[in-house]
């Protein structure tokens, strides 16, 4: 099983290092280094204003900021001790 990248952000760009380093200002959560080569970034690539404008949180730490954004529990998995939630503005 390949296991797909995860990116967080869009963080900003606080300095250029060099050809192949930037700087980033990163909130104290993300236990990482300010600086990150340029292999690991990706362009932010900003979606048409539309009904569902944010995307779902994909890491632990993502879930744990935007807790707030949940409107609804739609339901709980015992066996995996997993709620299923409804979030504010995500494509249901």
Not at 23 to 30: M, Y
Request: contains cysteine; charged residues 25%; proline residues 8%.
């Amino acid at each position: 099983m390949k296991v797909q990248p995860i990116y967080l952000g869009p963080f900003q760009i606080v300095k250029v290092i060099g050809d192949n380093a930037y700087e980033l200002d990163l909130p104290s959560s993300v236990k990482k280094h300010r600086v990150i080569n340029v292999k690991w970034l990706k362009p932010l690539r900003t979606r048409a204003a539309g009904k569902y404008p944010k995307e779902l949180p994909r890491t632990s730490v993502e879930r744990m900021i935007r807790a707030n954004e949940v409107t609804a529990i739609l339901g709980y998995d015992q066996a995996r001790q997993v709620y299923y939630c409804q979030m504010q503005d995500v494509n249901p």
